[in-house]
């Protein structure tokens, strides 16, 4: 249920974001076209909902529901924020996570406290461990696609969010630390995107020259002693191994920009 909504979403963000590789092959438009693309996407989204509806219960239903719509919304914040080519706050930026990559992480957590019975403390440490993955999970990503050549191999190559004109994490802390980038960034967006995909290699050293990219990284390195904390308090009501070692796992993946 959740990965066919989570696979929906994507459809359609390739459309949005021009984005012609997905997962190492060709985005699902790129092969069978926009509408086709469109009218799939959001056929499989009805027949999740409504399998949620037989299936599951209507309580379940609305919680689905919700966070679909707070991942699109996100979703339309972001396309908004490239179209006006206006960097947004960390702050609001970290709001827009909350939906686009915290509602697939979070609509499991609240399908799961529904379905069981949980102590409130331990309801609050699972529902702050998700929001954090969220955070992590976007923001890793965001990270890796200017240093990671490998983790790119399947998204079309490094950059892709500076080949759109995406305001990511690294993007927004290089603006926030000089004006001048982020005019720089502004003028750069605002050119056609093949310009923009020459520009990558430079855009990258400015990312790193500013500090950004290590602004970036620390803010991943916060996020996981956050996650190691919540994992602790969560140990108490179960086996937390298998999270620790994923965690540990992607922690170690995660390469310092000089290392690039």
């Known amino acids: 249920m959740v990965e066919c909504l989570h696979t929906c979403s994507l459809m359609v963000d390739d459309i949005i974001d021009g984005t012609s590789v997905r997962r190492g092959r060709p985005s699902a438009h790129q092969v069978y076209g926009i509408p086709l693309t469109l009218g799939c996407s959001y056929t499989a989204l009805f027949h999740a909902l409504l399998s ?3 299936h ?4 379940a239903l609305l ?3 919700e966070e679909a719509a707070r991942m699109h919304h996100a979703n339309t914040t972001e396309v908004y924020w490239r ?4 960097p947004p706050s960390l702050r609001r930026y970290m709001a827009m996570v909350e939906g686009k990559t915290g509602s697939g992480f979070r609509v499991v957590t609240r399908l799961l406290m529904s379905g069981m019975d949980m102590q409130p403390v331990f309801a609050e440490h699972l529902t702050l461990f998700t ?7 976007q923001i890793r990503d965001d990270y ?3 240093i990671s050549e490998r983790y790119c191999e399947k998204k079309g190559g490094v950059g892709s969010d500076i080949r759109e004109g995406n305001w990511s994490h ?3 802390c290089a603006s926030q630390i000089c004006p001048e980038t982020a005019q720089y960034f502004q003028d750069l967006f605002a050119l056609p995107g093949s310009q923009r995909a020459q520009s990558v290699p430079g855009a990258i050293q400015r990312l790193i020259a500013t500090g950004a990219l290590d602004m970036t990284l620390s803010t991943l390195q916060q996020l996981v002693e956050d996650l190691e904390r919540e994992l602790l308090h969560l140990k108490e009501a179960g086996d937390t191994g298998m999270l620790l070692d994923w965690l540990t796992r992607l922690r170690e993946e995660i390469p ?4 690039s």
């Open 52 to 54: 949620s509806a037989v």
């Open 56 to 59: 599951l219960g209507d309580s």
């Open 63 to 65: 919680i689905i529901t």
């Open 83 to 86: 179209e006006q080519r206006q």
């Open 131 to 137: 929001e954090l993955a969220g955070h992590f999970f």
């Open 144 to 146: 890796l696609d200017v």
């Open 170 to 172: 690294p993007i927004i």
């Open 256 to 259: 310092e920009a000089n290392k």
